[in-house]
């Protein structure tokens, strides 16, 4: 079982940065792919980044590319977020999550496992 504990989020101004950071206990995380998603309230939770356990390759929802980077420290057993440029349509609880089935790429909520409890990112503009 892995347990997974977001940090790093707080109120920034409009074309800010913040740094997300995942860290994962109970066993490795390092061959598994993580992700990223966020939650609006009224909104289903939507996918944000991923990144895959072999190779590191990632995957990023339109809406953040070329401004977010997701990460991994195998050695730290953690997932990042690098979160620059930010915009107030990005104010969302950001949660990290474990790929558990299906194959690299995929973005159904269902694919994933070892929610943690969320951190709340607030742009003001």
């Known amino acids: 079982q892995v347990q997974l504990v977001e940090s790093g989020g707080g109120l920034v101004q409009a074309g800010g940065s913040l740094r997300l950071s995942c860290a994962a206990s109970g066993r490795t995380i390092s061959t598994y792919s993580m992700a990223w998603f966020r939650r609006v309230p009224g909104k289903e939770r939507e996918f944000v980044a991923a990144i895959s356990g072999r190779t590191s390759s990632t995957s990023y929802a339109d809406s953040v590319k070329a401004r977010f980077t997701i990460s991994r420290d195998n050695a730290e057993n953690t997932l990042y977020l690098q979160m620059n440029s930010l915009k107030p349509d990005d104010t969302a609880v950001y949660y990290c999550?474990?790929?558990?089935?299906?194959?690299?790429?995929?973005?159904?909520?269902?694919?994933?496992?070892?929610w943690g409890q969320g951190t709340q990112v607030t742009v003001s503009s």
């Open positions: 999550a474990r790929q558990f089935q299906s194959t690299w790429g995929t973005r159904r909520l269902s694919d994933f496992d070892s």
